[in-house]
């Protein structure tokens, strides 16, 4: 039972333009949702985070949005750079599973020069 | 500035061999977690310990067992390995496992032939 769902596998965009990642979840206990980016063979490093007290946050080029009716989040990358061709994976705390961590399957961007 | 320190960062089993696989954060947190990403399945968690002294199984732990060493050390044991548990395995530690952001390692691959 997928909890945290990414549908899109990949993302394609040009350099300059806006990327939006996209993350489903199921579980209403969810109140802390984050996103990652991972490189190739390296760990994911954290990049923003959204309490579900909040609908928006914002940090340099990346906000990030929480629809809690809807059970769905949000990245935005403005403008999108080719260094930012990564894996994103959302994740979510919460639930039952207090302390625990629940990840998307990741979605991975290309930004094309 | 050494956050996270996973090895090996490689290693080939034969299936029934054993292995233990290391994690270290130089970052004083009393949470830490193991983790294994296999391809669209994003990262699902094996084990973790919410402080010194205590662990938990997380959503994929048969197979498995872990030794919190210290408030720095948390290692993962395969006690007889299988070509199943071939993937790539992440340890990561927080200060408090409530609501935050957990810091990752660089990963360790593993292949059980």
């Known amino acids: ?113 | 500035n050494a956050g996270v320190t996973q090895t090996p960062k490689f290693q080939v089993l034969k299936t029934g061999q054993s292995m233990t696989l290391q994690c270290a954060q130089d970052m004083n947190h009393n949470s830490m977690y193991w983790y294994r990403q296999d391809p669209g399945m994003g990262l699902r968690l094996i084990y973790y310990s919410a402080s010194e002294g205590t662990t938990d199984k997380g959503e994929v732990p048969n197979g498995y067992n872990v030794s919190r060493l210290n408030k720095r050390e948390f290692s993962l044991r395969l006690e007889s390995a299988a070509p199943s548990q071939t993937s790539v395995y992440f340890c990561a530690s927080t200060q408090d496992s409530y609501n935050q952001p957990q810091h990752f390692g660089d990963g360790t691959r593993l292949s059980i032939l």
């Not at chain 1, 394609?12 to 579980?27: H, M």
């Not at chain 1, 809690?68 to 994976?89: M, N, R, W």
Request: glycine fraction near 8%; charged fraction near 15%; proline fraction near 5%.
């Open chain 1, 1 to 113: 039972d997928q909890q945290v769902k990414q549908n899109s596998p990949s993302l394609s965009v040009q350099e300059g333009r806006i990327s939006i990642l996209n993350c489903d979840y199921t579980n209403s206990m969810f109140d802390y949702f984050l996103w990652y980016k991972k490189y190739p063979a390296e760990g994911p490093t954290f990049l923003i985070s959204i309490s579900s007290i909040k609908d928006k946050n914002e940090d340099g080029r990346f906000t990030v949005f929480l629809n809690k009716s809807a059970k769905h989040l949000s990245l935005h990358i403005v403008p999108s750079q080719p260094g930012d061709s990564a894996v994103y994976f959302c994740a979510a705390y919460g639930g039952t599973s207090y302390g625990k961590l629940t990840f998307g399957q990741g979605t991975i961007l290309t930004v094309h020069p």
